[in-house]
């Protein structure tokens, strides 16, 4: 039981099978390719942050937002919106603190998409 109130905190799954039009389906397939693509985006954001190269975090976090919006992860939404406000104005310093959050927000993420994929849509 607990497992299905953290995969809700994590994921609204409500408004992401709006955006999909409840098209289940779609959205576990869209959930299969956000599982392959985030950790590539991850690790662009983390080797920009390592560069100190403030276009590169800016920009492979926003892409990561982008595929975040559309799993409706709104913890992970918000970490990638401000790595790349502060990739954007190069702040490193915070970025690489914000970079360290995205990180466990992710492996959320995923975890309750494998389970969703695994174990289907609570009813």
């Known amino acids: 039981m607990d497992k299905t109130i953290d995969k809700m905190a994590v994921l609204d ?3 992401a099978l709006s955006r999909v039009d409840g098209d289940q389906d ?3 397939t869209l959930a299969e390719i956000f599982l392959q693509e985030s950790p590539k985006e991850a690790a662009a954001a983390r080797a920009a942050l390592e560069r100190q190269d403030g276009a590169g975090l800016a920009a492979a976090a ?3 937002k982008g595929s975040v919006m559309q799993m409706c992860a709104p913890g992970l939404f918000e970490s990638a919106k401000r790595l790349e406000e502060l ?3 190069g702040e490193f310093a915070e970025a690489s603190s914000v970079c360290a959050e ?3 927000r992710l492996a959320e993420v995923h975890a ?3 389970e969703l ?4 849509f609570p009813s």
């Not at 994929?117 to 289907?120: L, V």
């Open 26 to 28: 779609f959205f576990l």
């Open 62 to 64: 926003h892409k990561l």
């Open 87 to 89: 990739g954007r104005r």
């Open 112 to 114: 309750a998409l494998r």
């Open 102 to 104: 995205v990180e466990p």
């Open 13 to 15: 799954l409500s408004e």
């Open 117 to 120: 994929i695994t174990g289907g």
